[in-house]
C-alpha cells in the first residue's frame, strides 16, 4: 500500500502545519484562552477550505477525504486547537453528508464551509455508557414536525452552537436500534436549556434539556438513522486518533527536548540511562500510535460495518494505551513543572486523556473488539 501523500495533500499539510506554527504557539493559546473572543482563526480556517474540507466541491466543499482530515487534525493536535473543528464539521459535517438530504446539504454546507454555521452532536446521555443504541430522549409527532423531550449531556461545544443535531427515540424501546432518528434544532428556540462549562482539556461542552422543543428538520428516514451515525462516529473516531497522534508527537519532542537541557549533578539528564530508555518508550508508543492511525483512516469509509468496526476499536485501543504512557512518562520526565498550568505538558496530557473517553476508552474499545471477534478473522 502506498503511503506516500499526493501533492495536494502535502500542500494542505504545509499550509496547516504553518498555521498552526504562527498562530498556535503555547503562549498564543494561553490569549485565546484569556480572551472572551477566543482564537480569532475560525474564518482563517474558512478561507483555507478547511471549514468545507470532507464536502464535495458541488457542494462549495473542498472535496477531501479521511486523508485529508487525518492532515489537519494531527496538526491541530499538534497546536491543541481551541475551535470547534472536531464537532462542526468532522462530526457534525460527517452526519449532514451521511443523512440530510440533498436540498439540506445545499441550505447547510455552504453555510458550514463558510463559517457562519456551527453544529453540535447532542446524543450522549447519562445512562448511555457509550452505547450509541441507549437513547431515552423522546420525539413525538406534532402535526407536521417533531416535538422533543429529554437531556442529553457533555455536548461537544454545544454551548456555542448554532444547531443542534440531537438523537431521539421515535419507537422501541430505549437501547433498540431501530427507532432512533436524528433531528436539527435551535438551541435558542423556546423548549430547550443549555448549560455550558469548560472541560478539563479547555474545551467547552454542555448539559442540555428538552422540555417540547421543535425540530426545525429531520435528517434522514425518522427511526433508521443509528447505522449512519455509528458510520460517523467511526468516522470521528478515526479523525481523533490522528489529533491524539499530533498531541502525542509534540509532547515526545516536548519531553526529548527538555531532556537535552536541564541539567543535574553537572550533566544534562538525557544523558542517564534509565532516562534514555525511558525516552525510547515513549517513541516506541508515539509510532505505534500512528499505525493505528493510519489503519482507522484508511477503514473510516469502509462499508462492511463490522470490518470498519474491527479496525477503528483496535486503533482507539492502542491510541488509548499510547496516550496513558506517553501522557505519565511526560510528566514524571519534567517533574513538577509538567503539572503547571504555565507549560504545556500537562495541557497535552489532558486532551489526550480526553480524546481516550470520547466515545470510548482503550478497556471499552478493546471489549468491542474481543465482541466484533478480533481484529482478524
Not at 490569549?31 to 482563526?41: D, E, F, H, I, V
Not at 474540507?53 to 493536535?77: H, W
Not at 531532556?259 to 544534562?268: E, H, P, W
Not at 516506541?284 to 470498519?308: F, G, I, N
Given at each position: 500500500?502506498?503511503?506516500?501523500?499526493?501533492?495536494?495533500?502535502?500542500?494542505?499539510?504545509?499550509s496547516?502545519?504553518?498555521l498552526?506554527?504562527?498562530?498556535?504557539?503555547?503562549?498564543q493559546?494561553?490569549?485565546y484562552l484569556?480572551?472572551?473572543?477566543?482564537?480569532?482563526?475560525?474564518a482563517?480556517?474558512?478561507?483555507?477550505?478547511?471549514l468545507g474540507?470532507?464536502?464535495?466541491?458541488?457542494?462549495?466543499?473542498?472535496?477531501?477525504g479521511?486523508?485529508e482530515?487525518?492532515?489537519v487534525?494531527e496538526a491541530?493536535?499538534?497546536?491543541?486547537?481551541?475551535?470547534?473543528y472536531?464537532?462542526?464539521v468532522?462530526?457534525g459535517?460527517?452526519?449532514?453528508?451521511?443523512?440530510?438530504?440533498?436540498?439540506?446539504?445545499a441550505?447547510?454546507?455552504?453555510?458550514?464551509?463558510?463559517?457562519?454555521?456551527?453544529?453540535?452532536?447532542?446524543?450522549?446521555e447519562?445512562?448511555?455508557?457509550?452505547?450509541?443504541a441507549?437513547?431515552?430522549t423522546?420525539?413525538?409527532?406534532d402535526?407536521?414536525?417533531?416535538?422533543l423531550?429529554?437531556?442529553?449531556g457533555?455536548?461537544?461545544?454545544?454551548?456555542?452552537a448554532?444547531?443542534?443535531?440531537?438523537?431521539a427515540?421515535?419507537?422501541?424501546a430505549?437501547?433498540?436500534r431501530?427507532?432512533i432518528?436524528?433531528?436539527?434544532?435551535?438551541p435558542?428556540?423556546?423548549?430547550?436549556?443549555?448549560?455550558?462549562?469548560?472541560?478539563?482539556?479547555?474545551l467547552?461542552?454542555?448539559?442540555?434539556?428538552?422540555?417540547?422543543?421543535?425540530?426545525?428538520?429531520?435528517?434522514?428516514?425518522?427511526?433508521r438513522?443509528?447505522?449512519?451515525i455509528?458510520a460517523?462516529?467511526?468516522?470521528?473516531?478515526a479523525?481523533?486518533?490522528?489529533?491524539?497522534?499530533?498531541?502525542?508527537?509534540?509532547?515526545?519532542?516536548?519531553?526529548?527536548?527538555?531532556?537535552?537541557?536541564?541539567?543535574?549533578?553537572g550533566?544534562?539528564?538525557?544523558g542517564?540511562q534509565?532516562?534514555?530508555h525511558?525516552a525510547v518508550?515513549?517513541?516506541?508508543?508515539v509510532?505505534?500510535?500512528?499505525?493505528m492511525?493510519?489503519?482507522?483512516?484508511?477503514?473510516?469509509?469502509?462499508?462492511?460495518a463490522?470490518?470498519?468496526?474491527?479496525?477503528?476499536?483496535a486503533?482507539?485501543?492502542?491510541?488509548?494505551?499510547?496516550?496513558?504512557?506517553?501522557?505519565?512518562?511526560a510528566?514524571?520526565l519534567?517533574?513538577?513543572?509538567?503539572?503547571?498550568?504555565?507549560?504545556?505538558?500537562?495541557?497535552?496530557?489532558?486532551?489526550l486523556?480526553m480524546?481516550?473517553?470520547t466515545?470510548g476508552?482503550?478497556?471499552?474499545?478493546?471489549?468491542?473488539l474481543?465482541a466484533?471477534g478480533g481484529?482478524?478473522?
Amino acid at each position: 500500500m502506498d503511503f506516500d501523500l499526493s501533492d495536494d495533500q502535502r500542500l494542505l499539510k504545509d499550509s496547516v502545519d504553518r498555521l498552526i506554527a504562527e498562530h498556535y504557539g503555547f503562549e498564543q493559546r494561553k490569549k485565546y484562552l484569556a480572551t472572551p473572543a477566543g482564537s480569532p482563526l475560525w474564518a482563517r480556517y474558512a478561507d483555507l477550505g478547511l471549514l468545507g474540507l470532507p464536502f464535495p466541491e458541488s457542494q462549495g466543499g473542498f472535496g477531501g477525504g479521511p486523508v485529508e482530515t487525518m492532515i489537519v487534525m494531527e496538526a491541530f493536535g499538534r497546536g491543541l486547537i481551541l475551535e470547534p473543528y472536531f464537532a462542526t464539521v468532522v462530526l457534525g459535517g460527517g452526519l449532514v453528508r451521511r443523512l440530510a438530504s440533498p436540498a439540506q446539504q445545499a441550505e447547510w454546507v455552504p453555510a458550514i464551509a463558510a463559517g457562519t454555521l456551527r453544529l453540535a452532536f447532542a446524543h450522549l446521555e447519562r445512562q448511555a455508557r457509550w452505547n450509541l443504541a441507549d437513547v431515552a430522549t423522546q420525539a413525538r409527532r406534532d402535526g407536521d414536525g417533531w416535538v422533543l423531550h429529554g437531556e442529553k449531556g457533555v455536548v461537544l461545544h454545544g454551548d456555542t452552537a448554532d444547531r443542534l443535531l440531537v438523537t431521539a427515540r421515535i419507537a422501541g424501546a430505549r437501547t433498540d436500534r431501530d427507532g432512533i432518528g436524528l433531528f436539527l434544532l435551535d438551541p435558542a428556540g423556546a423548549g430547550v436549556t443549555r448549560r455550558g462549562y469548560p472541560t478539563q482539556d479547555s474545551l467547552r461542552a454542555a448539559e442540555i434539556a428538552f422540555d417540547g422543543a421543535r425540530a426545525e428538520a429531520v435528517l434522514g428516514e425518522p427511526g433508521r438513522a443509528l447505522p449512519a451515525i455509528e458510520a460517523a462516529v467511526d468516522a470521528a473516531i478515526a479523525a481523533l486518533c490522528a489529533e491524539a497522534v499530533g498531541a502525542m508527537t509534540a509532547l515526545q519532542q516536548l519531553t526529548l527536548d527538555y531532556l537535552k537541557t536541564r541539567t543535574q549533578f553537572g550533566r544534562a539528564i538525557g544523558g542517564f540511562q534509565a532516562l534514555q530508555h525511558r525516552a525510547v518508550d515513549m517513541l516506541t508508543a508515539v509510532e505505534q500510535a500512528r499505525s493505528m492511525a493510519l489503519l482507522a483512516t484508511v477503514m473510516a469509509e469502509e462499508p462492511d460495518a463490522d470490518e470498519r468496526a474491527r479496525a477503528i476499536a483496535a486503533a482507539k485501543t492502542q491510541i488509548g494505551r499510547s496516550a496513558r504512557l506517553v501522557g505519565q512518562e511526560a510528566i514524571q520526565l519534567h517533574g513538577g513543572i509538567g503539572m503547571t498550568m504555565e507549560y504545556a505538558a500537562g495541557h497535552y496530557f489532558k486532551r489526550l486523556t480526553m480524546i481516550d473517553q470520547t466515545f470510548g476508552d482503550a478497556d471499552q474499545h478493546l471489549a468491542r473488539l474481543a465482541a466484533l471477534g478480533g481484529l482478524f478473522r
